[in-house]
């Protein structure tokens, strides 16, 4: 069974930074385009971040350019989210994804972690 487990999330100040962290299991991740996805109160779920399979071209939403970092590690079924500089409009729920960069292309879900921004 595939499982993708979070971690890292927390609630910090405006400028913190967190580092979010997401193991997967019982699928071939080094197959896949790995991201990051968030969901705010009354939003849709969102593409924050991709990493690819090869050659790790990475992708990032326009509104966390600069700020955020994802990468990978597929020797440990790994990948990350280094956010810098967060902000209040950066609070969500943050959901690691088997594909990216829309919701109708990911194969496997976390159940999320949650990171909350204070002003």
């Known amino acids: 069974e595939a499982q993708l487990v979070e971690s890292g999330g927390g609630l910090v100040q405006a400028g913190d930074s967190l580092r979010l962290s997401c193991v997967g299991s019982g699928f071939d991740f080094d197959s896949y385009n790995m991201g990051w996805f968030r969901q705010a109160p009354g939003k849709e779920r969102e593409a924050v971040s991709c990493i690819s399979a090869v050659d790790d071209i990475t992708y990032y939403t326009n509104s966390v350019k600069g700020r955020f970092t994802i990468s990978r590690d597929n020797a440990n079924n790994t990948v990350y989210l280094q956010m810098n500089n967060l902000k209040p409009d950066d609070t969500a729920v943050y959901y690691c994804?088997?594909?990216?960069?829309?919701?109708?292309?990911?194969?496997?879900w976390g159940k999320g972690t949650l990171v909350t921004v204070s002003s």
């Open positions: 994804a088997a594909g990216c960069s829309v919701v109708a292309l990911v194969a496997y």
